[in-house]
């Protein structure tokens, strides 16, 4: 590693940890190590980069960020009359809103010549700019309130109107698949391009040969699987550097004038074509790079053409894309992962960007204390593992960049909470169906002596103390989801479960028919009770609600599903596009059908066929039939593992009855339904905790349960320790319940903290990945290397 890049990273890990360490409830205590870890980042910047934190730019990269982020905030301004480009601009820049896309969705209706019922518009300008905002704000060009732009392109194609239709043309329906016609049509197009390349120059001579040629480079770009272009482009590339670039970094023909938007064009076509124009493209100290060219022009500024601050922005989009391992065009909106790698990067530099911004907040926000800041950095660790996980698994463009989009979005959310009253309270109750463990460390000073005693007296290794009832709300979801419910359900008005607040009673449906809710958030209410906040799918009326797998379960499904059977009466539809859009065929009820994969799309997951197509991952409308199995998910007859119980508890009905609870020195199990199934702590009886002179690993554990966390953190486990012990030994730290069968290769998780896995055969059951990975074994087979991180997802 370069000693500037260990120099920074050095200080910024030296800060937070000046920021962990100094812990306490006294304010001046996290004033002071505010105040360190602020000297340690300025330092750490102004060794390896230059500039101190407040100036914002550190490296051309960081100029680039700084540079778009500008951009975008000029064109938001634009309010109502932002178009098609800015839409565009606005999507990967991550800033699009609702109401903007809709603006520019209006825009498009209005201005593209075909869809305002207009003539052709001259070369095709109208059209390629508005297939590109279509397809941004997630519209399908093919069907434009009853039209078909992407038709009228192709008729044009077969005739284009001028050369620069050619490749206006070629862009557009490069954007994505729209059928055989369209494809026949951009390979026609892109083989009548390459042969009006000049054989001698390696040039396209239009009318400003410097802005025809980058247009011609941009749309072969997006044609690199295409006879003959990968060629075109090397030639092209080499030609442009010898007789266009300029040592200040721009483009011109000999003895031409340079202008601005042959700056930003050209810049971005190169970038296109895989050219890294960060660096100078000739090997000599006094050139500069492309992008610095367009930087120091300062093409933001007010004063400047919207088209120009359009292309700028775009141009230094398609530069950072490119430079962080994106390949081809950002247009190429369904490239087969193209964006993938750039995504990646994007991701985990908004992960860094939001741990930057949740320092420098801590730094003036006095309530923000050491622990507040370490949650919330641990979160956002949390969520750039989810995403990447799903990036890693995307196989389209369009997929990676919404994925993360939704991952940045996620990021964004996170918050550092402020700092708990200085009185000691009572830990968190937790509590799901038939267990109630109240989390109470040995090493916490603020246990009672009763509590210690109980804990000290007791054979079982999970913590023990004696159940109380806290008014404080536990973590909320770190994600919201939609749920149905299994059961009948009340809404309350209020957190308050009482007789006037009950405002609808939900009755228990047919599958088909059971309502479905947003969670919004989770918490636990003053009556003690785990409940969701939650908002009718159909009525949009908002309430609260007792929450726990008794009463709802995920709506859409998110396991390996390969088959899959209509339950709707009124059938379904494959859709060409995972947003459901493009529709190829009606599917009748009872007919079956074969997956290849389930698609996370926001809150509402998809599946696509082995044919391609998408349709619905609605429980409501299908019903899995086959599912892929590996050896975690199996239920072998191993008898249920001995244990120990811990407590007792008495759940609450959906009524909003007050629970009661005990702890004994025996388990027992009162529940109101006789068909209910306890689930009981698990005694650890050999849990894996590391002698002083034996080798340790850490690993950091995450258990998901109805789009809620039940407990994350970390844990330290004697190096060769399975997937399995580590979890032993994280629940023992946490006081969770947890049951099992088998051991070793066959050991298998029933329960945690009473979400428990279902009969043989059925999908309801614990998965867990490593490092957003499922293994191909069991927990108790797969062995744990530093660093790594579990998750727990209940499946239901």
Not at 350 to 371: E, G, H, L, M
Not at 454 to 475: D, E, L, Y
Not at 626 to 642: D, G, H, L, M, W
Request: hydrophobic share 35%; charged share 15%.
């Amino acid at each position: 590693m370069k000693r500037k890049q260990f120099l920074y990273w050095f200080s910024i890990v030296l800060g937070i940890f000046l920021i962990f360490s100094s812990g306490g409830n006294s304010s001046r205590a996290d004033a002071a190590s505010r105040a360190d870890v602020a000297s340690a980042y300025n330092y750490g910047l102004t060794k390896a980069k230059g500039p101190k934190i407040n100036s914002e730019v550190y490296t051309v990269s960081d100029a680039v960020d700084s540079a778009i982020s500008a951009e975008l905030a000029e064109i938001a301004q634009k309010g109502p009359k932002i178009d098609a480009w800015d839409a565009t601009c606005l999507v990967f820049g991550d800033r699009i809103t609702d109401s903007q896309a809709q603006y520019a969705y209006e825009s498009i209706l209005k201005n593209n010549d075909f869809l305002s019922g207009g003539s052709q518009g001259l070369n095709g300008i109208s059209d390629v700019s508005a297939v590109n905002g279509l397809v941004a704000i997630g519209k399908d060009p093919t069907n434009v309130n009853g039209k078909n732009l992407v038709a009228n392109i192709v008729k044009d194609a077969n005739n284009p109107a001028s050369d620069y239709s050619i490749v206006n043309d070629l862009e557009a329906l490069s954007t994505g698949s729209y059928g055989q016609a369209s494809e026949t049509a951009r390979t026609s197009l892109t083989k009548k391009l390459i042969g009006m390349q000049d054989q001698k120059t390696g040039l396209w001579n239009g009318f400003d040969k410097v802005d025809y040629t980058a247009r011609a480079i941009l749309a072969l770009s997006m044609n690199t699987n295409q006879p003959g272009v990968a060629d075109a482009l090397n030639t092209a590339v080499k030609a442009v550097s010898n007789h266009f670039y300029q040592k200040n970094g721009g483009f011109a023909e000999m003895h031409g004038a340079e202008n601005a938007y042959n700056d930003v064009t050209m810049t971005n076509a190169l970038a296109s074509a895989g050219v890294n124009v960060y660096a100078p493209l000739k090997d000599k100290t006094d050139y500069v790079a492309p992008v610095q060219r367009v930087l120091d022009q300062h093409l933001f500024s007010a004063g400047n053409s919207a088209m120009l601050i359009q292309q700028a922005t775009l141009a230094l989009e398609q530069a950072r894309f490119t430079s962080k391992g994106g390949k081809g065009s950002i247009f190429a909106f369904n490239q087969t992962d193209a964006a993938k790698p750039g995504e990646i990067v994007n991701i985990k530099d908004a992960a860094i960007a939001k741990k930057r911004s949740i320092i420098r907040s801590s730094i003036s926000d006095p309530q923000a204390t050491a622990a507040a800041v370490n949650d919330a950095i641990n979160l956002v660790d949390k969520i750039l593992v989810t995403y990447l996980s799903k990036l890693r698994a995307d196989s389209t463009s369009s997929a990676a960049i919404a994925d993360r989009a939704a991952g940045v979005k996620e990021l964004n959310n996170v918050t550092v909470s402020h700092a708990a009253p200085a009185t000691p309270v009572t830990p968190p109750t937790v509590t799901n169906n038939n267990v109630t463990v109240v989390n109470n460390p040995a090493s916490s000073s603020s246990a009672s002596s009763s509590s210690s005693a109980t804990s000290t007296s007791s054979s079982s290794s999970v913590p023990i103390s004696t159940p109380t009832v806290s008014g404080k709300p536990v973590k909320k979801a770190s994600h919201r989801s939609i749920v149905y419910a299994l059961t009948t359900v009340k809404l309350y008005r209020s957190s308050n479960f009482t007789k006037s607040n009950l405002t609808k009673t939900y009755k228990k449906r047919a599958r088909i028919n059971r309502p479905m809710f947003l969670v919004i958030s989770q918490q636990t209410n003053k009556q003690g009770h785990a409940i969701y906040r939650v908002k009718d799918m159909n009525s949009g009326k908002t309430g609260y609600t007792l929450s726990g797998s008794k009463y709802f379960a995920h709506a859409y499904y998110s396991a390996k599903v390969t088959r899959i059977k209509v339950i709707n009466p009124k059938g379904i539809n494959e859709y060409g596009k995972v947003n459901l859009t493009s529709k190829k065929r009606h599917v009748k009820k009872n007919a079956s059908l074969s997956v290849r994969k389930v698609v996370n799309y926001g809150l509402y997951n998809r599946m696509q066929l082995t044919n391609g197509r998408y349709i619905t991952a609605n429980k409501k409308l299908i019903l899995a039939t086959k599912i892929k199995k590996s050896s975690q998910n199996t239920r072998p007859s191993t008898p249920t593992a001995t244990t120990t119980g811990t407590s007792t508890s008495t759940p609450p009905t959906n009524s909003g009855s007050t629970a009661t609870t005990a702890t004994t020195g025996t388990t027992t199990t009162t529940n109101n339904s006789p068909s209910a199934t306890p689930t009981l702590p698990v005694a650890l009886t050999n849990p894996v905790t590391p002698s002083n002179d034996a080798k340790t690993i850490t690993t950091t554990i995450s258990i998901h349960a109805d789009g809620a966390t039940i407990a994350s953190g970390s844990i330290k486990v004697s190096s060769g320790a399975s997937a399995f012990d580590a979890l032993q030994a994280f629940a023992q730290q946490q006081g969770l319940a947890l049951t099992y069968k088998g051991s070793g290769a066959t050991t298998y998780v029933t329960g945690i903290n009473g979400y428990n896995a279902g009969p043989a055969g059925t999908m309801t059951g614990w998965l867990y990945s490593v490092n957003g990975t499922e293994p191909g074994s069991s927990m108790g087979a797969y062995t744990l290397k530093d660093g790594d991180s579990i998750s727990m997802t209940y499946n239901k």
